[in-house]
């Protein structure tokens, strides 16, 4: 009698599990293995649209972080690219090139990051496609780490004491603030985990 009924309890209790994870009348195998919480609720399309929503959230941040740079770079070598040099014609060639250069990278990174968004689907189903999108973004991101560093060598050079006056240059305080914010960039993970010690220490 004892055994009987600790069976219908162990039937019941699979059956409302099947229920609430499939539905009623869901055909659904219940086993030890089966989690007791299923938060997509067997729905695929709730799993999509969470995949959905982290893609469109990575190009937000990526026109956050990288649109107002490019904008203000095109707009600071539109206005000043003829300017009168405030030093010799090296340094000022060099600002104009890294921080135009620099300005494309982003411009092309942006565009990557929309392509992918837009043709996400067609990329999960052709593998070689895919391939070639991923390994042109680690070589956008390769090309950025070394132009930061040609960035480093011109603007903090050992030959820096020749120019005086670059502060009175716009490119060369364009130049300067794009590779200072590639310094937040760079160190910004490492002060939210210090600042988040407290929380979990």
């Known amino acids: ?35 007791l919480v299923n938060r997509e609720n067997g729905n695929p399309a709730m799993v ?26 095109f707009i600071v070598l539109g206005m000043h690219w003829n300017d009168p040099d405030v030093c010799d014609a090296t340094h000022t060639r060099r600002w104009k090139l890294w921080s135009f250069f620099a300005a494309c990278r982003m411009f092309a990174f942006i565009g990557l990051g929309c392509y ?21 973004r680690n070589l956008l991101e390769g090309c950025g780490f070394l132009w930061f560093i040609v960035g480093n060598m011109w603007l903090f050079g050992d030959d820096d004491h020749i120019c005086h006056h ?14 200072i914010l590639q310094y937040v960039q760079m160190c910004f993970p490492c002060i939210v985990a210090i600042l988040l010690l407290p929380v979990f220490c």
């Open 166 to 179: 670059a502060g009175r240059s716009p490119i060369y305080n364009l130049s300067l603030s794009l590779i």
């Open 48 to 73: 999509n649209a969470r995949n959905d929503a982290a893609a469109r959230g990575s190009v937000y941040l990526l026109f956050v972080i990288y649109g107002p740079q490019v904008l203000a770079s």
């Open 1 to 35: 009698m004892m055994e009987s009924h600790a069976e219908s309890d162990e039937m019941l209790a699979q059956r409302l599990q099947a229920q609430e994870m499939g539905g009623y009348g869901g055909n659904i195998t219940v086993n030890a293995q089966t989690p």
């Open 116 to 136: 992918v968004e837009r043709y996400r689907s067609w990329l999960i189903e052709h593998v070689e496609a895919s391939n070639r999108v991923r390994n042109m």
